[in-house]
């Protein structure tokens, strides 16, 4: 039996995953995790804690001290709704060698996302998360085309798409920007050199400048897409959410079965540094380096 703890219970997506190990997927064919088990949940709403303990059956043990499973876990969720968290959630149980799951975005402070990494690395834990966007199928249906050589022929840039939330009790910009740019790193690729952008009140747009194209973002439109220009086509792919928790969950079911992780470190983390990248070109009006992580 792998028995979970779920921090930050205030996210919507703690009670996805806890309704995945509980319940399944009905409408996919989807049963539960027979070997799977919420034996902790911590976070900001009571409400939500006592819904998750509902769904485990009553189980499930409800505390304010989020390291308190530490010794009892196999693996951990950390869902928290506000980035600044993460870190301080996941400390002590990959400290333990627990792998963990952990939420988008990784962390907001770079800093903190190369500390999480080092943290992982020194103590031999896989990790896994940042936004469902990444696993879902229409993303990989874009990637695919994207590096279709034969297809594509050249690749003259593209464009994506997705929601905003500027103004939050979550870390504002950062709360929900990271479906964008998961969405371009699985499509376009990791390697961004620069940002150039510009915002309004509840958009905001950059150019994403790559070795031999451009990408550009656009925040705001409650849809999910990815548009390839190509030599002498262009593909769109409207991205559905479909299965998009219960792809994610597999990714992080299959790391706590076998240790292996679906990216490396580096990967994890890149999107932290995009963002900051992205934030700073809003702000300032100029065209700002991507940091690399170095582990």
Known sequence: MFKIAILGTENSHARAFCNLIYKGAPANG??????FEVIGLCGDSAEENEL??????????????????????????VT???????????RKYIEAGKPA????PITIDPEEALELVRLAKKNNVPLCGGSSLGAIEDTAKAKALRNNDEKMQRVYGGSVCAPINMKNDWGDFFFYSQHLVQIMTEVFGHDVKSILGVSRDDAATFIARYADYDVTGHFGSYAYAATIYAKSEVHHVNLSLDNAYLNEFRRFEHMVRTGGMPESYEELINPVFILNAI??????????EVKKPVI
């Open 30 to 35: 989807f049963v539960p995790y027979a070997d």
């Open 52 to 77: 998750l303990k509902e769904i485990t059956g009553g189980k499930a043990e409800i505390s304010d001290d989020g390291d308190k499973w530490v010794d009892e876990v196999d693996a951990v969720m």
């Open 80 to 90: 928290a709704r506000h980035g600044g968290k993460h870190l301080a959630y996941a």
């Open 101 to 104: 799951f952990i939420d988008k």
């Open 279 to 288: 934030k700073e070109a809003l702000d300032t009006g100029k065209e700002v």
